[in-house]
DNA sequence: GAATTAATTAAACGTCCGTTTTATTAATTG
DNA sequence: CAATTAATAAAACGGACGTTTAATTAATTC
């Protein structure tokens, strides 16, 4: 046997990318195999060589891609107001959105670092450090305008991320709660954490208004 | 050769255990081989067959054990006092000085349920259940106390957690902050974040002395 | 329609894995 | 001090792993 019949580079690197994320995500980088995902694609393992030159290089790259489509889909949401209680709401509801859809894409690439090279790692670390210190420059513009309560700003901005992150490890799309509900729930408390400076109804249209947005 | 001048079971099983956390929580469980285990303890692969029968087993007894020590150092912190506030307060502190002291243990417990077999698998979850649920009963007696603002119990709860287990990702005993410190912060976003009702010096008061009883 | 390029299979390579078996020595017991 | 038990080493087992090589067929180009 050898090439056959339909076959289509695209369309194959496509469901190498989708086999691997949801492989990896279910059983982790080292629990699967190159032939795995290959029986779950419908090829022999040999044939993922054509697409990735190693097993570690298709895990990079979708943690590559994963990190730069969020940095993408944060900068289209960046709203034009500079009011830093407005772009901590925006931050979040995107936050919140971005990996809820992509649940199995997130456990991947926050699950799986240690199974990156030295130089991979890296790479991967700059782009999350770029996209968490968009979140400090909002709570220290927010507390140095008097809008925020903060007493530590690096503690903050973890805090937070972690929280919001924390939402793909019980969130359930079919189940009791919308993405738009559990967005809301997250936003009033990170509202409260942060002691933002606001009255609950400007807060409510806000928040109204993003979610519409999307 | 064969037994070795000076072995002692004892000493070998909790070298074992030992080296099994550090290397798992560094590699992974599924790239850490029995064979690394056995050499960073001194002896050979076989040997670890004398004190857990297989790998997952002696997974598996490293979670089964965090959880159980998690579950009796909660027992014994857990107030006399029934305000839910002080609750509240208890259980942040012990939460986080608990899973700083034990980072490695810690991230091994929440990164490697899914090296676990069903039956495994469901002996832990319910031990982290059992756990879990009595920070949503502190919310929700907070909340009928009308001393705490709590949308959603369950959602709250996660929150919270993942916001102050989070701490283990960032934290590094020698750097610029004391475990009190990132406590005192934690429980003041905790605070604000439940909508506690208490003057600010009370809770001071209060934080100061749990903190002081550790 | 011949030549070229793209996509894939089949088979193999050397290595490492978890685990078992067997033998051997150290420590303890009576 | 003989008998027993505890703790280990050494070697092997079958299987799986990531990856490479070579051959083969489908699609495209000229």
Redo the contacts with the bound molecule.
Sequence with gaps: ????????????EAAIRDAAVQLIARHGYEA?????M?AEV?????????YF????DLLHTLMREHMEELAATWDAARPANDDPVARLTSFVANHIRFHVERRHATHVSNMELRSLSRDNLTNILKLRTTYEKELRTILRDGADAGLLEVDDTGLTAMAIIQMITGVIVWFRPDERLSVDEVTATYLAMTMRLTGAKTNTEDRHVRQDAELRAR
């Design positions: 046997m050898a090439r056959t019949a339909g076959s289509d580079g695209g369309r194959t699967v195999t190159m032939r795995q290959a419908g090829v022999q393992a040999a044939a993922l060589y054509r030159p190693t097993k570690e």
